[in-house]
């Protein structure tokens, strides 16, 4: 199964009531993420987050549709379709 090189984005509004369900959203595809940036927005009350994942086409579908079903959650993703063996060398 191929599995490509992925950024997704997140905007999460008000973050301290949303953050446990997107944290567990996270948790479940632990394997998958390489990295993970946050930067939150205190004044306010929202956060942005990066994540680099090593994804399959179904994994990230997954993910997107995990996250974007959380209210105040907004997704977006850049796919760039490099085989994860090609990122590795």
């Known amino acids: ?3 490509d090189i992925t ?3 997140l905007l999460v509004d008000e973050r301290a009531s ?3 369900e997107v944290q567990d959203v996270l948790t479940r595809y632990g394997a998958q993420i390489l990295s993970r940036s946050g930067i939150p927005a205190p004044s306010k ?3 942005i ?3 680099t994942m090593e994804a399959s086409d179904q994994e990230r579908h997954e993910i997107e549709q995990d996250l974007g079903g959380i ?3 907004q997704v977006r993703t850049m796919n760039f379709g490099v085989p994860s063996d090609t990122f590795n060398q």
């Open 7 to 9: 950024v997704l984005g």
């Open 18 to 20: 949303h953050a446990p």
């Open 71 to 73: 209210h105040g959650v």
């Open 49 to 51: 987050i990066t994540l």
């Open 45 to 47: 009350n929202r956060g």
């Open 1 to 3: 199964m191929q599995r």
